[in-house]
């Protein structure tokens, strides 16, 4: 199983960007899937998180402007990003938890895809 995330780039601030993370392989169900995000110099945090049942929860800088969602038929999770600022710069990772064909529940990264914002 592999987790893919697209997306990133340079956008000025109030732009928009959205992140893609697509999962393949034997993939028998996704569980939940979130974004985190590392700005320099801190820790990882996580932005948001969508259950399979479709709960979500937001990091409390980004409500209302980011929205998390799911397709599960694509087997792929998003991150719709408005009203961005400078400071949601970092490098944004997609994570899930997925069962496999083998009905074995892991914990999934994709490699990062950088968002900039500038002032």
């Known amino acids: 199983v592999q987790l893919q995330a697209f997306g990133g780039g340079l956008v000025q601030a109030g732009g928009s960007l959205r992140l893609s993370c697509a999962a393949s392989?034997?993939?028998?169900?996704?569980?939940?899937m979130g974004w985190y995000r590392q700005a320099p110099g801190k820790q990882r945090e996580l932005v948001a998180i969508?259950?399979?049942?479709?709960?979500?929860n937001y990091l409390e800088s980004v409500k209302g402007r980011f929205t998390i969602s799911r397709d599960d038929a694509k087997n792929t999770g998003y991150l719709q990003m408005n009203s961005l600022k400078p400071e949601d710069t970092a490098v944004y990772y997609c994570?899930?938890?997925?069962?496999?064909?083998?009905?074995?529940?892991?914990?999934?990264w994709g490699q990062g895809t950088l968002v900039t914002v500038s002032s």
């Open positions: 969508i259950t399979r049942g479709g709960n979500t």
């Open positions: 392989g034997r993939i028998f169900m996704i569980n939940t």
């Open positions: 994570n899930a938890v997925i069962t496999d064909n083998d009905w074995r529940r892991s914990d999934y």
